[in-house]
Every structure is written in C-alpha cells, then in structure tokens.
C-alpha cells in the first residue's frame, strides 16, 4: 500500500449532499447512503463539476462515531435542495492521498493513514473533515480508481 501524500491548499468548498451518522461498527452500511444519493449527482442546482465526495466528521464526546455525507460540490450561493444537508469549510492545507484499489478497500486504506502513516509524518492534524474526492477517473461500474483521501494538516 502506497501512502505518499501530495499537498495541496484547498480553496473554500461547500458540498450538497445526504448525512447520516455512524460509528465503526456501523461505516458498513455507508454504501448504502451511496445508494440513496447517487441519482440526484449532476441533478442538484449549482453543482460544481463531476467529482462527487464522501465528508467524515468526527462527533466530539464519542468513541469514534462520526457524520459521513455523501454530496457533490455546490456554489456557494446555490440553494440546497429540500431534505439534504450542506457542510463547508474555510480555505485549509490537505495531504492527499490517491487510493488504487477497490472501493470496498477504502476503510483499511483510511485506517492505515491515520494508523501508520500520520503518527510518522511529523504532520498534525488540523481541525476538518477527512474527504474522500472521488474524481472523473474514479469508475461507478467497477468501483475502482480516482479516490484521493484528503486529510487536513497544519501548516
């Protein structure tokens, strides 16, 4: 597994999407969330291109449960459908990460950068989500290739 960042300064960003909460045990049943949001992508006002992103935010006071929303990136004065949600975040520094493998590989690969790769990169954290980009490359039919893990660090 190959875990070499690249890092990049990410503008302001606000995403549309479908959240739900879950915790480790239950991060299974995210695919389904997919399931659910996946028609409205390149349906929903104001979308910004085609990538389409999976937002993890950690709940404080839990053990590790955390919202995850499904969502595509909107401008930032679109209006946000009836029943979805928006999150956005501040300009902020991320090492990215491409992940090659199955989708279904994902959570290893996630677990393995917050595991091996940040405690010996030197790097903190910084307050923000954990984003999954999944990017024009990344293939629905096969549910392979184009995911990049964006982890926000300090600067």
Known sequence: MQLTPVFRDVPAMRWA??????SMESRCEIPQLWGQFAPHIGQIPGQ????SYGI??????????FDYMAAVEVHSSAEIPDGMAEFAIPP????VLLHTGHVSELPGFIDAIYRQWLPTSGLRTAPGPCIECYTEEFCGEKMIGGMEIWVPIVS
């Open 17 to 22: 999407g479908i959240m739900r909460r879950y």
């Open 48 to 51: 910004v291109g085609r990538r």
């Open 56 to 65: 993890s935010v950690l709940v404080s006071g839990t053990d590790c449960d």
């Open 92 to 95: 902020q520094k991320f090492a």
